[in-house]
């Protein structure tokens, strides 16, 4: 039997239209729904450190912005693809607005690898991705942030770029800058804060205590990191996590059946989440194949890495105890496994609403910068966790009341969000 090839925007299609033939959406604004309103495909001529040029194909997509000035992350991978890219811009504009904020959906892409780069390429390839944007992007058109292997170095020297061009301080041009230099404190923790809101939120409906729960976690960077460091803070118990290896080429999960210790993991990795393997083993982590997390004995499952993790091919590996999914990653469940995780009696917390606490802090910094004036951590996290519960809320209660799967209530409600702008704006008849 071959195994089947999944295309993240078809994912993203296949999603919506389940959801829309449910809402009985009318045919234009399924049309217009389905599809991304603006594309840019562009190259990006870099000088290499040995003298040489190489070129870097790269992408910017905007998907919606019938609620709001685009916004999403640009993510630097050697295997990004034009559709990688349309279906995250489809993704952010429900990401946007299941949380409720005045922003639409785009994504950026530029196929590289990071670490194959020296600081210098990275910054060229930085203001390179800018001066070909300069006209598209803006605090009022779109506004990209980090993503997969994008940080806030690359973010500052983008906003620098763009801000020599257009010879003044446009700080809400871009989210995810350093704090002090136009950040805002906890958009580093948002985003697996966010996740860990959600999912506190979800073992209260349940009666299940965080204390009596374990977890495993695909990916061990931005989003993997700060969701292990709240969970195991509320008590639970990461007992694997796992990482792509440069140098092997492959993943590996890192195992301690007693609970990692988060803090030793992270004095371990380096800047683009990669554990060392030697350092791990010497402190007592069993070192498993990279697809181990998903076959663990755990309550909960946290992918944070990448699209299409969990497909039927893989289901029947996952632990009967597993009761919990939360999709830290975008994307990492394929369309044809959610029934199978529905029947199985799992309960799935959506990529657009489980991961909404990057955005939403992005959006934050927006205001921050427009009032030049920043709040303190903790006011960040307050409004974070208000904002991501009363998401959560809406989606469990209408998942509940209607009997549906939490991904197509959380559709739902944004898909109905969108739609009523694009009808109020007079898009579609
Ligand atoms: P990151 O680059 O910081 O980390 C990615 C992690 O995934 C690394 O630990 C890497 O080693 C691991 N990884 C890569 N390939 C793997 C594989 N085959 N198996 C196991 N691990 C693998 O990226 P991030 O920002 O943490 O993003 C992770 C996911 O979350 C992505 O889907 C991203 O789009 C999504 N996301 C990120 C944010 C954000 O604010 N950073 C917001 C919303 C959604």
Redesign the pocket.
């Known amino acids: 039997m071959s195994m089947a090839v999944y295309n993240p925007f078809e994912n993203a299609r296949a999603q919506f239209d389940k959801v829309a033939e449910q809402l009985n959406l009318d045919s234009g604004t399924r049309e217009l729904l389905r599809t991304p309103m603006k594309e840019f495909h562009f190259t990006i001529p870099v000088k290499m450190d040995n003298g040489s040029t190489k070129v870097f194909q790269a992408y910017r997509i905007k998907h919606n912005d019938a609620l709001g000035p685009a916004k999403g ?1 640009i ?3 050697p295997h990004e693809t034009a559709d990688t890219v349309r279906a ?1 811009a489809t993704w952010m504009t429900w ?1 946007c607005a299941v949380v409720d904020i005045p922003l639409g959906g785009g994504k950026g892409g530029v196929v590289c690898n990071p670490p194959d780069l020296s600081q210098g390429e990275q910054e060229r390839l930085c203001r390179g991705y800018i001066r070909r944007l300069f006209s598209q992007v803006g605090p009022n058109i779109d506004v990209p ?7 806030a170095q690359h973010m500052l020297w983008m906003l620098d770029e763009y801000e020599t061009i257009a010879g003044g301080h446009y700080p809400g041009v871009i989210t ?1 800058k350093p704090v002090g230099l136009g950040g805002s404190l906890g ?1 580093t923790e ?3 804060y ?1 996740v860990v809101y959600t999912l506190e939120a979800l073992l209260k409906a349940k009666k299940l205590a965080p204390e009596a729960t374990t977890a495993s976690i ?8 700060y969701a292990a460091r709240l969970y195991t803070e509320m008590g639970g118990k990461v007992i694997a ?6 140098a092997a080429q ?4 890192f195992k301690k059946s007693g609970g990692c210790n988060i803090e030793q993991l992270v004095s371990i ?1 380096d800047s ?4 060392e393997t030697e350092k791990a083993k010497a402190l007592g982590y069993e070192v498993l194949d ?2 181990a ?1 998903l076959t663990q004995e755990v309550d909960i499952l946290i ?5 299409n ?1 969990i497909t039927p091919a893989v289901f029947g590996k996952i632990s009967k105890k597993v009761s919990v999914i939360c999709e ?5 469940t394929t369309p044809d496994c959610d029934p199978l995780i529905a029947e199985a009696g799992i309960s799935l917390i959506p ?1 657009f609403l489980c ?5 939403t ?2 959006y934050f910094e927006q205001v921050q910068c427009n009032m030049n004036y920043f709040w303190s951590k903790e006011e960040v996290l307050d409004k974070l966790k208000f904002t991501m519960n009363k998401a959560f809320d809406s989606v469990y209660e209408l998942s509940l009341s209607q009997k549906l799967n939490m991904r197509d209530a959380a559709y739902q409600i944004s898909i109905k969000r969108v739609a009523n702008a694009v009808k109020l704006r007079g898009w579609v008849s």
Request: hydrophobic content about 35%; proline content about 5%; some cysteine.
């Open positions: 992350g993510r630097f991978h995250l990401k942030a980090p993503d997969v292997m994008s940080n995810g958009r948002a985003t697996g966010g695909q990916g061990f960077g931005n989003v993997a990191e996590v796992s990482c792509w290896n440069q492959k993943a590996y999960t990795k683009f989440g990669s554990i990279g697809d997390w992918p944070a890495a990448l699209e993790q830290g990653a975008n994307g990492p990529d991961n909404a606490g990057g955005v802090c992005s």
